[in-house]
């Protein structure tokens, strides 16, 4: 189930470019904080799919609420 609500999360990704030595800015709306920049698109995404494991395991680890991507909702997890 985990793996497929971080693929759910990163099919939300919004990129953009910017003007800036990493010129990639990738980010996740629903989940606040959570983004990251690369030299490239692949790049920027790979770093923002570890800022989101990274983001959910603290969020989970504090029993906080996290965002329901498509069908997939780990705080029923957290509630069991």
């Given at each position: 189930m985990f793996t497929e609500y971080l693929r759910e999360a990163?099919?939300?990704a919004k990129i953009e470019k910017i003007d800036d030595p990493l010129p990639y800015f990738a980010s996740?709306?629903?989940f606040k904080g959570v983004w990251a920049q690369g030299?490239?698109?692949k790049e920027?995404?790979?770093q923002l799919q570890e800022v989101l494991e990274e983001w959910l395991l603290v969020k989970v680890?504090?029993?906080q609420f996290v965002p329901t991507?498509?069908?997939y909702d780990l705080n029923a997890l957290l509630a069991a």
């Open positions: 990163m099919a939300t996740l709306p629903a030299k490239t698109k920027a995404l790979a680890r504090k029993q991507v498509r069908r």
